[in-house]
């Protein structure tokens, strides 16, 4: 991918999320008394996830907890999409996930890093394709070019995406780079031009 795509779709990821943070908000019910607001750090401005807030005076109270931030961003995603809709606009695919390996939304959606588990990605293909009616694709999955791991996981990744009607395919990236080439370690290529295992998942 060129530099000029990487830039557009990280401005309209860095636009979603930010638009995401703006929609979680607290609401908290006292008697017959919505309170709405938006909780930002004191120095940074941004809003905050996991605040608690007591009502001066009083016991009641209500926490930003991860319930409400799922909520929040759902609720944000279907708006801009819904926008998108109102103007004629047709979105043909939706990427879920791109560059999200520890989480999003910190300190509440922070997981750690590079955990991927295929067999939940597998079961979240058919997940996904039931709830929404639709096929699903697998993109931009890779690992360190050098990982132990890497040709175990490609190849129960693809083998499951086979046996998944509902998925349209999977796809690596980008094979192409060699060891650590300019800094990107995903490749599927050796430091001496050389294809690594992770490659066989791929032969048939």
Known sequence: MNQTKRNKRSRFFALLIAGALSAASLSAQTQNRTIKGCITDANNKEPLMGATITLDGG??????DLDKMKAAVASHT???LQTLKDNGIDVEWIQIGNETRTGMLWPLGKVSNNNFATDDCLANISTLATRYNCKVMVSEIGMPWDSE????????M???????PECLGIF???PECYGGWN???KGAFTSEGKPTEA??????
């Open 149 to 156: 791991n890497a040709a175990a996981m490609m190849k129960k």
């Open 158 to 164: 693809v083998d499951g995406c086979k046996a998944k």
């Open 59 to 64: 016991k009641t109270g209500a926490v930003t």
């Open 78 to 80: 279907t708006d801009v």
């Open 172 to 174: 690596y990236w980008e």
């Open 199 to 204: 490659l066989n998942a791929f032969k048939n």
């Open 183 to 185: 800094g990107y370690s």
